[in-house]
């Protein structure tokens, strides 16, 4: 096998949808698999993969227990050369995905690559990253309430960010054998840095390729209330985060 794509979710069947469409052509793709895995979700979303898509790997879990552990429980289940990560907010095409591919087996330096991601207005989301600190999140929150947004810059070329968010994770098989699964203290947050900083610390490289590109409709769910349960989780995994690595700043 050299593909396994792997996507979850949680009560969002809308976006879904649009997702696995855009993932028809895997079926002309002899050596890939998809596996989805349901995390907690009470929309129908189950039942909707096993009458339309019955060549997809289906993982029931009984309750949202986090990104990081549902994204591992699907991860478990792969067999793949490469791990695609991919967010079902996410409208994927051929030709990214071939792309991401190729360049992986050209550098085999490298253990995760992701592309551009941007939204249905061609906006382009940044997600090639520095590593989460208390300082950068102060100054994130501080422009959500001011409402600046933070201006993107498309590089020329593919290089190292510190990490890629895990919407969209192009993962070398080695990599995840080297540095483990992704840390399920994380319930929701920085699981994709925590990542990504062990993948570099097992001397992989984490590349950003901007010449292939995805649509991701991006939703902050923490946004949409600072003071609900799931922001607090996020919160929580973020200050774990910092001191599990020393990322104060």
């Not at 946004?223 to 799931?230: G, H, V």
Request: charged content about 25%.
């Amino acid at each position: 096998m050299r593909l396994s794509i792997v996507i979850i979710s949680w009560n969002s069947l809308p976006y879904l949808e649009i997702c696995l469409k855009s993932l028809r052509f895997i079926q002309e793709w002899e050596d890939t698999e998809i596996i989805w895995v349901d995390n907690g979700s009470t929309d129908g979303a189950s039942q909707f993969i096993k009458k339309n898509y019955p060549y997809i790997q289906r993982i029931i879990l009984p309750e949202n227990r986090g990104v990081a552990y549902a994204r591992n429980r699907g991860i478990e289940k792969t067999s793949g050369k490469y791990i695609l990560l991919l967010d079902d907010d996410t409208v994927a095409n051929k030709e990214a995905l071939y792309g991401m591919i190729a360049y992986m087996e050209s550098h085999t330096e490298t253990g995760i690559c992701g592309c551009r991601l941007t939204n249905a207005r061609n906006e382009i989301q940044k997600s090639d990253k520095e590593y989460p600190g208390i300082g950068v999140k102060c100054r994130n929150i501080f422009r959500s309430y001011t409402q600046r947004k933070e201006k993107t810059f498309l590089p020329i070329s593919e290089y190292e960010p510190e990490y890629l968010i895990g919407a969209c994770q192009l993962i070398r098989r080695e990599a995840i054998n080297a540095a483990g699964l992704l840390d399920e203290h994380i319930f929701y947050g920085p699981e994709d840095a925590d990542f990504c900083l062990r993948v570099r610390n097992c001397k992989f490289k984490v590349v950003y390729l901007p010449q292939f590109s995805i649509v991701h409709h991006w939703k902050r769910v923490t946004n949409r209330n600072i003071f609900s349960r799931l922001a607090f989780k996020h919160i929580r995994a973020l200050f774990y985060f910092y001191k599990k690595h020393h990322r104060y700043f």
